[in-house]
């Protein structure tokens, strides 16, 4: 039954109050997590992405490493194919 001065219906707004501030808080809490989660997002990124070009320069300096390995492996065999005549100098 309602209350004769309508304080029933102060009642109800009061509730509906309360319950939108609890909502807003909720609101409030997730947006500091997720918040959160995206610095830490955005630290792992950088990390990986350093991680990633550290990796490509290693990787480009091998690559050179193994170009310069070559080029002189190859010098030396033409070296050693002019010492022994080449092949076509052995018989088949």
Partial sequence: MAEPHGNGKRDDHEERIARL????????????????????????????????????????????IIREIDDKLNALIAVVSKMQGGIESHPS
Avoid at 26 to 55: G, N, P, Q, Y
Wanted: hydrophobic share 45%.
């Fill in 21 to 64: 501030e609890a909502a807003r808080k909720e609101m409030e809490d997730a947006l500091i997590v997720m918040a959160h989660l995206e610095t830490r997002s955005s630290a792992r990124i950088k990390e990986h992405a350093e991680f990633i070009a550290r990796h490509e320069e290693f990787v480009a300096y091998h690559e050179q």
